[in-house]
């Protein structure tokens, strides 16, 4: 946690490469920015004249329809130069192509990044209409207080928080070793500072920004997937339920590709137009987006598989399993298909999402708790991973899985401090910010244990009562 108050520490000064505390609704970086519809068109873009930007109560601002549009409309077309991307073969300051190289892939948005606080830097940039519309600040947990990262109270996400700190505060330095004694126009940042605070807020406009889209084309004609700011574009927000979709194709009067939003339903006067950032969990949402998704179906918490801690967790279903850390050498056999044992195994499980149970751990317990290789032997991996398959081993073995299934839920949910009653009777005492999203987000990851839990038994009950149903016919 101190590395995420070292990177808050800093914001207490306001430069003009630096991030401010966060707010509900972030002011753009300067008072009144240009007209960005007015930009994109004077660009060479397109704008339906019936699209305006607004504030709507549910979605914050964004992009909203001021009269009603057909289905199939082409709502935006960015040419070709519009959108900011980091491509290697543009960007001709050779010390930002080195900083580029230090940044791991899975921070991809801090290359990105570089660019953007370069631009933004950048007396007269061509990208300076749409920067200067930007959010001052955003809401991502690297720039909560110590506390409210506490508060989140759960270990994935605390460790990849921290993670990113650690990152921004080792890359600060790394940054400031490469800009010493470097003379303006040598500068990558026309001589401004950059602190691990201006770093992370790059890195979050392009995280919750930016779009992963076809760059050009290599020598075999496949195209090079790159992420791109979109102007305009990025502030449509997000629906599992879109109403518009992007899309990709080549401009008619050149060979350059352009990026088009295009009206999938017919959209109501004052609806807001609505993309589908991805089928991702309330995880990567708050990391990268600065939000939590209520009831996300494709939210789930992450497990470790641990043998004893399945010995637990059998015991307090009162199921009687020695297997778990000792399994038999077919057993073990089946575990390293499974990708769960052996030296290059993923012990990384979960509970949640449309699967209810990642299919490994589903059967790994069943071929744990199944004495009969031979029963085990009739079924390929695929059946025993999936919950759709009935009984596959058998109803008393299948009724062990789902209660140590429980029981696990039950563990997982002891972990969290508090309780999800205690956690909605803070948000009626007004919590707000950070603490709020804070709040929200373990409520929804304790209300996906839950809701596992009510699944997983109601497959317990049915079982229960066809197997009765059975013996009475019997």
Known sequence: MATSKAV????????????????SYPARLVPHPPDLIKWVTREGGFVHPAIKIALHPSHGLGLLANQQIPKGSDLIVLPDHIPLRFNHQDVTH???????????????????GLKLLQERAKVGSFWWPYISNLPETYTVPIFFPGEDI??????????QVNKRCRFLLDFEQEVKHSLVNLTPDKHPFGGQEVDASSLGWAMSAVSSRAFRLYGDKRPDGIHIDIPMMLPLIDMCN?????????????????????????????IKEDDPLLLNYGCLNNDFFLLDYGFVIQSNPY???????????????????????????????????????????????????SIGGEDVVEGRLLAALRVLLSSSMETVQKHDLNTLKSLSAEAPLGVANETDVLRTLIALCVIALGHFPTKIMDDESLLKQGASGSTELAIQYRIQKKSVIVDAMRSLSRRVKLLSSKE???????
């Open 150 to 159: 506490k508060n989140l109270q759960y270990a994935p996400l605390l460790h």
């Open 238 to 266: 997000h629906s599992f339920n879109p109403n518009a979709r992007i899309v990709q194709e080549k401009d008619s009067s050149s060979i350059k590709m352009q990026v088009k939003v295009v009206a999938e339903t017919a």
């Open 94 to 112: 050779s010390l930002l192509l080195q900083l580029a190289r230090h940044v791991p892939e899975e921070l991809w948005a801090m290359r990105l």
């Open 299 to 349: 939210d789930c918490i992450e497990l470790k598989y641990d043998g004893a801690l399945l010995d637990a967790a059998s015991s307090a279903a009162g199921v009687s399993s020695p297997n778990f850390s000792a399994p038999a050498p077919w057993q073990e056999q089946i575990l390293v298909q499974l990708n769960l044992a052996g030296e290059a195994s993923d012990l990384k499980v």
């Open 468 to 474: 009765t149903t059975v013996s009475a016919e019997g």
């Open 8 to 23: 808050m520490a800093s914001l207490t000064h306001l430069r003009p490469l630096t991030c401010a505390a966060s707010s």
